[in-house]
């Protein structure tokens, strides 16, 4: 497991535009879905925080061929306090830049942990694809979080809800890091 870098400017800004021109068509045939069943579910992670899923985005049955688990975890740069129940509210306008992306099957958007910390877990169609994404993702993320709190791990062949339900699934991936901050312990 490699924690990688963000794509080049040009790069990444031109994968986040078509992305955004890919979801309108979506949104317009309602393609995109928010399904409710995990809302307020806690998942908690090795590294002795934990975080409420808020909202769940999912394009169709939101499961991939080559599965594959990408957990993002970022802390933003002036939101403090009350202002986490504002992101949130908003969040929902970030839509766009994420589910036209190639390969996004669904995303569990967490509220922020006890680190200040926000996390999505997707399920990903295709390792290269989710790489991809996060790397062009955090461009994005840039404009708005603390530069150091970037980080991204990609999970290839593991779906993000068997990882929940049982988390020793990944284990194989990086058995000596068992503090990782994206090796989800269970749930509360």
């Known amino acids: 497991m490699s924690e990688q870098r963000p794509l080049a400017p040009g ?4 994968a986040v535009a078509a992305c955004f021109l890919t979801t309108l068509p979506l949104l317009a045939r309602r393609r995109v879905r928010l399904p409710k ?18 909202r769940e985005t999912r394009m169709g049955s939101g499961l991939a061929k080559d599965p594959c688990t990408l957990v993002v975890e970022f802390r933003l740069r002036l939101v403090r306090g009350p202002a986490h129940a504002l992101f949130r509210a908003e969040s ?5 830049l ?3 992306f190639p390969g ?3 995303k569990l958007w967490l509220a922020h942990d006890e680190c200040d910390r926000y996390r999505g877990v997707y399920e990903w169609d295709g390792q290269e694809r989710a790489e991809h994404y996060a790397r062009s993702l955090w461009r994005v993320l840039a404009l708005v979080s603390v530069p150091s709190s970037i980080r991204y791990a990609v999970l290839p062949g593991l779906r993000r809800d068997a990882i929940i339900a049982d988390p020793g699934l990944a284990e194989s991936l990086t058995p000596d890091d068992t503090a990782a901050w994206w090796r989800i312990k269970g749930t509360a």
Request: net charge positive.
């Open 92 to 96: 929902l306008l970030n839509t766009p």
């Open 11 to 14: 790069e990444a800004w031109r």
């Open 104 to 106: 996004f099957t669904s």
């Open 98 to 100: 994420f589910v036209g």
């Open 37 to 54: 069943e995990r809302l307020g579910m806690r998942l908690c992670f090795s590294d002795g925080t934990s975080a409420r899923v808020y």
